[in-house]
């Protein structure tokens, strides 16, 4: 069976840090592309941020220079390290792999994220 599993999730006040991890099982992370997508109350679900099979990555503008996503491959592991956090990164955040030559994509529970005063 596949699962990723988010955990770090939290409430923090503005301009504090969270990380996020993604832990897989039934799939390897290095195969996949694996990002971290969110989705706050009436809004679409959006890409936070993306890694790819080797090392490239990209950001949604609204987070560049703040979050970073990395992976550790021998814990078949990606993180998304939130610094300098707003209230409008308040949002439910969800980590997905995707295969496109097979047409798979995988989905975790989601972390609430809540960055308030």
């Known amino acids: 069976q596949v699962q990723l599993v988010e955990s770090g999730g939290g409430l923090v006040q503005p301009g504090g840090s969270l990380r996020l991890s993604c832990a897989a099982s039934?799939?390897?992370?290095?195969?996949?592309?694996v990002g971290w997508y969110r989705q706050a109350p009436g809004k679409q679900r959006e890409l936070v941020a993306r890694i790819l099979r080797g090392t490239s990555t990209n950001y949604a503008a609204s987070v560049k220079g703040r979050f970073t996503i990395s992976r550790d491959n021998a814990k078949n592991t990606v993180y998304l390290q939130m610094n300098s956090l707003k209230i409008e990164d308040t949002a439910v955040y969800f980590c997905n792999a995707a295969q496109t030559t097979t047409g798979r994509d995988y989905w975790g529970q989601g972390t609430q994220v809540t960055v308030s005063s």
């Open positions: 039934g799939i390897m992370f290095s195969t996949h592309v």
